[in-house]
């Protein structure tokens, strides 16, 4: 394999175009919004320039990468593609709409991988031609940094489709975990409920959002609290996951904190919005 379209331009979708073009591949970032891919080119230049000035890669290699990188406000670039990689926003109509014109753009062998943190692989490959060649590929954010990728197989997934795709994952330097498909995989399943029982320690008044993260990374050694995980994460994307586990597990079990609403509901997003558990002025 050798070419890769991405699309999505956001915090994940460029991440991931970032490891493929350092591996080597020819990649397409595509995104409808010329915005978005602005600013996703813009985050690749900074964390790359970050990488080169820590000795990670040098820079020509710096520049090798960004010359492997391409950009497009049209899903057409995917033709041709031997892999494309959806990082959409976590909606599930998108996410098929994506794919169903995948049918269309993607040569037939390809590999077709959703980097949905909880919506089911099984339901995204209803909407192909090939469910065989449909995977999750859960990335973890920062995604050049994270070593984790869930490998997610659907229902129809063949086999072959999961032994190239932990493969690669191993070739862009990450470690894969194969998951089978259910809600919120186990990432999300483990992590959504522990960030959800925090806001409910911070709405009950038990201690601030900086107590209970300070508790959890004193007591249980954790690098980062989960309402800053929750804040870099997104707290609408928090909260739609939280909606999937409900709506597939249960819904007394997984009923999303109601302080965690009240903030999306009021654009308080976390980091991408500047404001959500803590203010941020970048």
């Not at 709409?97 to 943190?117: D, E, G, M, V």
């Not at 490959?125 to 070593?147: L, W």
């Not at 490998?151 to 470690?175: C, F, H, N, P």
Request: with cysteine; glycine share 8%; hydrophobic share 45%.
């Amino acid at each position: 394999m050798s070419r890769v379209a991405v699309v999505g331009a956001g915090t994940m979708g460029n991440g991931i175009a970032h490891v493929f073009a350092q591996a080597g591949w020819e990649t397409v970032l595509i995104d409808s919004s010329a915005d978005a891919i602005a600013r996703g080119m813009a985050t690749i230049d900074k964390n790359t320039e970050r990488q080169a000035s820590k000795g990670v890669i040098t820079a020509s290699e710096r520049r090798e990468l960004l010359a492997r990188l391409k950009t497009s406000t049209s899903l057409e670039a995917a033709k041709g593609a031997e892999m494309v990689v959806e990082a959409a926003t976590e909606n599930p109509e998108i996410k098929f709409q994506i794919f169903a014109a995948l049918r269309r753009l993607a040569p037939p062998s390809a590999i077709l991988a959703s980097n949905t943190s909880s919506i089911s692989i099984t339901e995204i490959a209803k909407h192909t031609d090939r469910p065989a060649n449909v995977i999750g590929m859960h990335f973890m954010n920062p995604v050049p940094v994270m070593k984790l990728v869930e490998v997610i197989r659907g229902k129809e997934t063949s086999s072959d489709t999961v032994k190239k795709t932990v493969e690669l994952a191993k070739a862009l330097g990450k470690i894969p975990v194969e998951v089978n498909d259910a809600p919120g995989f186990v990432s999300n399943r483990v992590l959504m409920p522990m960030i959800n029982e925090a806001i409910f320690c911070v709405q009950d008044g038990i201690a601030t959002a900086a107590g209970v993260d300070e508790v959890m990374k004193l007591g249980m050694n954790h690098p980062i609290g989960p309402l800053a995980l929750a804040d870099l994460i997104g707290l609408d994307v928090c909260l739609s996951i939280m909606k999937v586990l409900q709506d597939g597990l249960d819904k007394a079990k997984y009923r999303p904190a109601p302080l965690l609403e009240k903030m999306v509901a009021a654009g308080q997003l976390g980091r991408k919005s500047g404001q959500g558990f803590y203010a941020y002025r970048d």
